[in-house]
Nanobody, 123 residues
């Protein structure tokens, strides 16, 4: 079964740090762009950061200079290092990736989402 599994959320005080990780598993052939999105209560899901297989990155203006996205192509993982966290960073964070995988003799490419991990910034 092809899936994305996240870890690393939790409760942190303002100014603190957290690191989120996401691993793609299953019969993976290749992984395209990987990213992190978040959805605050009552809000829409928004892009936080994205990284291509070549290492090019893009960040939401609200997290530039505070968050860093990275990936390990050999392990099919993506991480998000979050520093100087603010109250407004509180949200459910979702991992996203374009996965090319095998099902039997055939190869498919689909957009996958993780199950989400809660990040709460509170004093």
């Amino acid at each position: 079964q092809v899936q994305l599994v996240e870890s690393g959320g939790g409760l942190v005080q303002p100014g603190g740090s957290l690191r989120l990780s996401c691993a793609a598993s299953g019969s993976i052939f290749s992984v395209g762009p990987m990213g992190w999105y978040r959805q605050a209560p009552g809000g829409q899901r928004e892009l936080v950061a994205v990284i291509t297989s070549g290492g090019s990155t893009n960040y939401a203006d609200s997290v530039k200079g505070r968050f860093t996205i990275s990936r390990d192509n050999a392990k099919n993982t993506v991480s998000l290092q979050m520093n100087s966290l603010k109250l407004e960073d509180t949200a459910v964070y979702y991992c996203n990736a374009d996965l090319t995988y095998y099902r039997g003799p055939f190869r498919y490419t689909d957009d996958y989402w993780g199950q989400g991990t809660q990040v709460t910034v509170s004093s």
